[in-house]
C-alpha cells in the first residue's frame, strides 16, 4: 500500500487534455543560426543616438515609401514607421552619405532601389522582438501585401479596439489566428459579446489571453463563464483570476461538475470558489484533481470529500496538497500502521493539509522519543501534529510510565554495579544502553556465566558499555568462537573486551588471512589479537596483506568465502 500511494495520479474518471498549440500553416520560415541570434540581442540593446530629427526625416521616408509606393493603408503605414526604430537603424546603416542634410531624399532614394522585406518593421511595430519574429520571416516574400490573411486579421484586430503594439503578443501566443478565413475572428468576437462582455472587457480579455482566440478554446471559456455567472460569480472576479496565464477551459468545466456531483449547489460553489480561487485556477484546477485522487486511494466517500472542500484552509489549494503529501510521508517515516494512517487521514484531513511539519529525524531527536512511542502519541491525539510544524518551538515528550520504570531498572543495574549516582561513567551508559533495565541483566549474567569475575566485568563497561547492547544470543555466540574455535581462554576479553563489539565474520576473515600469513612466515607469529582485529582493513591491507604478492588474492578468496552473495 505504501509504495502504491507513494505517487498518486488523477482517477481515471477525472481526466483532462491539454491542447497542443502548433504554428503549422504559416508558409516556410527561415531559422537564424545561434550566431546570429546573440547579434540581434545585441541589436536590441543598443541604445540609440540618432538624432531626433535625422529619425523623424527617415520615419517619413519609410512612410512614403510604404504608403505611396507600396499602397498599404495609411494608419498602418504610420505606425509601422513611427515604432520600428531597430529597423529604421539598421536602413540608415545601408545608406552611405548620413551626413547629408536631406536624409529624407537619401532613403527615399535608397528605398526605390533597395525593396525592404516589409515583414521586418511589421512584426517589430506590432510589439515583438527580433529575437522573436526572426524565425517566422517568410524566406520566399517579402511584401505583406502577398500575405493577405495576416493583413486581413491584423486589421480585424485593430478594428476592434487592440492596441497595435499588443498584437504582438496574439501573433507569439495564438499564430494560428493570423491564418484564418475571413469572418473567423468576427465570430468569436461576437460570442463573447453574447455573454455579456461589453467591448472593452473582449478587448482586455483577449490581449491578456492570446489563447482564447484558438480553435474552440472561446466556447469551453464561455461555458465556464456561464457556468460562474450562475454561481453568482461576477465576471470581474474572473478577469482578476486569469492573470494571462493560459487556462485550460474544459478541464474546470469538469471540475466544477464533478464538485456538483459532490453535493455542493451552484450557490455554495460560488462562494468557495471565491474564497479559494486556486481551487480552480491554479494549474486549471491540477492540484485539485490531484487531492481528489488522493483522498479516493484511501477510499473517501463522497460526504467525506465534500467535508475537505467545504474546510478548506485559507491557503492555496497547491500547498494544502502539498502538505497533506508530507505529513503522509512523515507518518510512513514513523513507521505507522498502514490502517492508522487511512483512519487519521479519514479524520482529520484539514489539520493534515494545514501542517508543515520538520523533517522527521529533526522530530525524533528532538523529542527524545522513538518511532513507535511517537505513533502511539499521534494516535490517541493526532492534534499533536500541530506542534511539530517548523517554526514552532518542539518539546521533548514527557518521560512515560513504561520508559520511566526502564530508567529506574537500569539506573539500580548500574548501581549494583558500583556506578555512581551521578557519575560521569553512569550518564554515558544510561545514554548509550539500548533495551529494558531485565535485558541488560540477561546480558550481564551471559559476561559471567562465561567464566568472567563480577568486578571485571563491571570494569569493563564502564569503558565499553555498548557491549551490552547485543543480544543474549549474540553475545553467547561470539564467546563460543573465541573459546571453541579460536581456542583463546576467557581471560581475553578482560584485556580486550572491545572484541565483542565486531562481528563473528569480520574476526573470521582477519584471523583467517592472518593465520595464512604465518604459514607463509611473513608476520610475527605472537601478534596480539586485537592488533589482528582492530586495525581498520585499509591499515590492515598495507601492513600485512598487498606486501605478500597473492596477498590480495588469498584475501578476496577469502572474502568471498566467508561473505557469500
Known amino acids: 500500500m505504501n509504495n502504491n500511494l507513494q505517487k498518486l495520479t488523477t482517477p481515471l474518471i477525472l481526466k483532462w487534455g491539454s491542447s497542443d498549440y502548433l504554428f503549422n500553416n504559416f508558409g516556410k520560415v527561415r531559422f537564424y543560426a545561434t550566431k546570429n541570434t546573440a547579434k540581434a540581442k545585441l541589436v536590441e540593446e543598443k541604445e540609440c543616438d540618432m538624432p531626433s530629427a535625422v529619425r523623424k ?193 474544459s478541464q474546470l468545466f469538469e471540475l466544477m461538475c464533478f464538485l456538483n456531483g459532490l453535493g455542493l449547489t451552484d450557490e455554495r460553489l460560488g462562494k468557495l470558489i471565491c474564497q479559494v480561487p486556486g481551487l480552480l485556477f491554479d494549474c486549471s484546477g491540477r492540484p485539485t484533481f490531484s487531492l481528489i485522487g488522493f483522498c479516493l486511494k484511501f477510499g473517501f466517500e463522497k460526504t467525506e470529500l465534500l467535508d475537505v472542500f467545504l474546510h478548506l484552509p485559507q491557503i492555496p489549494i497547491s500547498a494544502f496538497i502539498f502538505n497533506t503529501r508530507q505529513c503522509y510521508q512523515f507518518l510512513i517515516e514513523i513507521e505507522m500502521p498502514a490502517l492508522e494512517i487511512r483512519n487519521i487521514l479519514h479524520s482529520h484531513p484539514t489539520l493534515l493539509g494545514s501542517c508543515v511539519l520538520k523533517k522527521t529525524t529533526s522530530l525524533l531527536t528532538i523529542l527524545h522519543t522513538g518511532k513507535k512511542r511517537l505513533c502511539s502519541v499521534i494516535k490517541e491525539n493526532p492534534e499533536f501534529l500541530r506542534n511539530l510544524v517548523r517554526g514552532a518551538k518542539v518539546e521533548r515528550l514527557p518521560v512515560a510510565g513504561e520508559e520511566l520504570r526502564s530508567k529506574m531498572m537500569k539506573t539500580k543495574f548500574l548501581s549494583d554495579l558500583g556506578f555512581a549516582e551521578t557519575s560521569s561513567e553512569m550518564k554515558k551508559a544510561l545514554k548509550v544502553f539500548r533495551g529494558k533495565g531485565v535485558e541488560l541483566q540477561e546480558r550481564f549474567d551471559c559476561l559471567v556465566n562465561a567464566g568472567l569475575d563480577r568486578k571485571h566485568v563491571a570494569s569493563v563497561l564502564k569503558i565499553y558499555p555498548q557491549i551490552l547492547n547485543q543480544r543474549k544470543e549474540v553475545l553467547e555466540a561470539k564467546i563460543d568462537f573465541l573459546l571453541n574455535r579460536l581456542g583463546f581462554p576467557v581471560s581475553t576479553l578482560v584485556s580486550f573486551p572491545s572484541y565483542l563489539n565486531y562481528t563473528i565474520p569480520r574476526i573470521r576473515l582477519r584471523l583467517s588471512m592472518y593465520n595464512w600469513l604465518r604459514d607463509q612466515g611473513k608476520v610475527d607469529a605472537t601478534l596480539a589479537l586485537s592488533t589482528i582485529i582492530a586495525s581498520s582493513e585499509k591499515l590492515f591491507m598495507k601492513v600485512y596483506v598487498s606486501p605478500h604478492p597473492k596477498g590480495l588474492e588469498v584475501w578476496q578468496n577469502l572474502k568471498r568465502e566467508i561473505y557469500p552473495v
Not at 93 to 112: K, N, W
Not at 148 to 158: F, M, T
Open 57 to 249: 526625416e527617415a520615419q517619413t521616408a519609410l512612410l512614403e515609401y510604404l504608403h505611396s509606393t507600396r499602397s498599404l493603408e495609411f494608419v498602418d503605414a504610420e505606425h509601422m514607421s513611427k515604432n520600428s526604430p531597430l529597423f529604421l537603424d539598421k536602413l540608415l546603416e545601408r545608406i552611405v552619405d548620413r551626413e547629408a542634410d536631406d536624409i529624407r531624399r537619401c532613403v527615399t532614394r535608397y528605398l526605390r532601389y533597395h525593396p525592404i522585406n516589409e515583414f521586418e518593421p511589421f512584426f517589430e511595430s506590432i510589439g515583438l522582438k527580433l529575437c522573436q519574429y526572426a524565425a517566422f520571416l517568410p524566406r520566399d516574400v517579402m511584401y505583406l501585401s502577398d500575405d493577405q490573411r495576416l493583413l486581413d486579421s491584423y486589421r480585424v484586430l485593430c478594428n476592434y479596439g487592440i492596441s497595435r503594439n499588443k498584437i504582438g503578443r496574439i501573433f507569439a501566443e495564438a499564430p494560428q489566428v493570423f491564418r484564418y478565413d475571413p469572418g473567423v475572428v468576427e465570430l468569436k468576437f461576437a460570442s463573447f459579446r453574447g455573454v455579456g462582455l461589453d467591448q472593452s472587457n473582449v478587448v482586455k480579455l483577449v490581449s491578456a489571453n492570446p489563447h482564447l482566440l484558438l480553435g474552440n478554446v472561446h466556447v469551453e471559456f464561455l461555458r465556464v463563464v456561464e457556468k460562474l455567472k450562475r454561481m453568482g460569480v461576477e465576471y470581474r472576479w474572473i478577469e482578476e483570476q486569469l492573470n494571462g496565464k493560459p487556462i485550460n477551459w
